[in-house]
């Protein structure tokens, strides 16, 4: 009896494996990520408004225990006059990228600037939902034209891009999670990968070959837009904090911190862009 | 199991999915929030043993993963590892003992983590295991242990209904019981 017992417990837990490693498998699998995509799509739609409910319900605890009775509005109107701020951030970062040179060279390549594209403005609903990813969740979704891949500006630079497109939500993964990458460039046309580091370090880049002129501290960095790029050119990336190279190494490791204040997210813009295809497609 | 039974464990799933994507979500110390999801297998496998462990483990954890931005599956996978576990190793202890639950939501949370990380950069989700794992582990295990009472006392009114009347996600007498 209680060896049957054993064995119907194990049966029970190789079951459970088993099916459990076929549903990550079909998530990881870019031919059936679109039933896994949906069903947690669905599950959005109907869990999100609850959700929402809940947090309406909640907050104004919240607001009294922080013991200011304007606290909501003041902060919401401290966080809408920080996106302010941080589009004219933007503006004026772009204009010290050797602004006329570069957009008479990239109009010549029909590759867009930031100010020419649409964008639709978000507010962050939940941030970092998982304590292993840095992620955003907006309250703009498919309904409102987001798409997968898309980029996110906000609070002085490029904030991510966005991984899942629900209908009335998205998530953003963030440029410092550790999966991200983007291409980009500095001064003198220089191209290089930023990688995000996770929460505790930002992010880094790797030059070749190493010495490059033009690099110095505080120098910052744009997606380069090149071809089939998912981001377009021109966005304030990230900062140079440090960089070094070793004697007789072939690369230039750079230290990165993010141009966006990435403790400002409560309001974003994503911008309404889809890569060219590319040729022969 | 009857309907019944499973409307409460359902119940309660939801709203510690609740409680887990509202409060504990602001709840930050370092970045870190707590972690509630790893608490439903830990007192499920506390009350009624190794297989219902791995069952709740699996059906909550596939319910977390809906709301969350890590690979589909992979709460469900850990969930049932640490049900089972948990269960197996609490086999022989005196269920009743004061320092049991703190000890195994303790414990249980930590390497619910660490095997969350490592499952997800073995799936190529790198990310996973470029975070602050000391703060993490500080952060989740304190809340853990503070938060394993009330969902214990929920767990309970779950699967043993009316106290001592023991009813159970797994049946003991059907073979082919539980929540197949």
């Not at chain 1, 190789?14 to 699998?29: G, Q």
């Not at chain 1, 309001?267 to 890569?275: C, R, T």
């Not at chain 2, 190529?124 to 214990?152: E, K």
């Not at chain 2, 009813?167 to 059907?174: E, H, I, N, P």
């Amino acid at each position: 009896m209680a060896k049957s017992r054993r064995s119907r417990r194990t049966l029970t837990l190789v079951v459970l494996v088993v099916i459990s490693l076929s549903i990550v498998s079909l998530d990881l699998n870019g031919r059936t990520h679109s039933i896994t995509s949906g069903v947690k799509s669905v599950t959005n739609s109907v869990f999100s408004p609850l959700r929402g409910a809940v947090v309406d319900l909640l907050s104004p605890i919240g607001s009294f225990f922080a013991g200011a009775i304007h606290y909501g509005a003041v902060q919401s109107e401290n966080e809408k006059l920080a996106a302010a701020l941080a589009k004219l951030k933007i503006a004026q970062a772009e204009k010290g990228f050797q602004a006329t040179q570069l957009r008479d060279l990239l109009a010549l390549e029909h590759l867009p600037f930031l100010n020419a594209l649409k964008t639709v403005t978000a507010q962050t609903t939940q941030v970092n939902t998982s304590n292993f990813t840095m992620t955003i969740t907006v309250n703009k979704g498919r309904s409102d034209g987001i798409q997968v891949n898309m980029p996110v500006v906000g609070a002085g630079g490029l904030v991510g891009q966005v991984i899942q497109a629900f209908h009335h939500s998205s998530v953003v993964e963030l440029i410092t999670d550790g999966q991200s990458k983007v291409g980009v460039t500095f001064a003198n046309g220089v191209i290089a990968l930023a990688d995000g580091q996770g929460p505790s370090a930002s992010m880094s880049a790797d030059l070749v070959p190493p010495h490059t002129p033009g690099l110095k501290k505080g120098a910052i960095m744009y997606t380069s837009g090149e071809n089939g790029a998912t981001l377009p050119a021109g966005i304030p990336v990230a900062k140079v904090k440090s960089f070094h190279a070793s004697a007789g190494a072939s690369q230039e490791t750079i230290a990165l911190t993010p141009e966006a204040d990435m403790s400002q997210l409560a309001y974003v813009d994503i911008v309404i862009w889809a890569p060219a295809p590319s040729p022969g497609s | 199991m009857t309907a019944r039974y499973a409307l409460r464990w359902l119940l309660v799933a939801f709203v510690v999915l609740m409680v887990q994507s509202t409060v504990m979500l602001s709840v930050r110390i370092g970045g870190v929030h707590p972690d509630l999801l790893w608490l439903l297998p830990i007192t499920a496998a506390l009350l009624d043993g190794p297989e219902t462990g791995a069952l709740v483990g699996f059906w909550s954890g596939l319910a977390f993963d809906l709301t969350l931005p890590t690979p589909f599956g992979l709460s469900a996978l850990v969930g049932c590892v640490l049900g089972f576990s948990m269960g197996m190793a609490t086999a022989a202890v005196d269920k009743r003992a004061v320092w049991l639950k703190p000890v195994a939501a303790l414990f249980g949370s930590v390497v619910a983590d660490m095997l969350f990380a490592v499952l997800g950069a073995v799936l190529g989700q790198q990310q996973m295991v470029q975070i602050n794992f000391l703060s993490l582990f500080l952060v989740v295990a304190l809340s853990s242990v503070v938060l394993v009472l009330p969902v214990n006392r929920f767990m309970r009114w779950a699967l043993l209904p009316g106290g001592g009347d023991r009813r159970s996600l797994v049946s003991a007498q059907s073979p082919d019981g539980g929540l197949w």
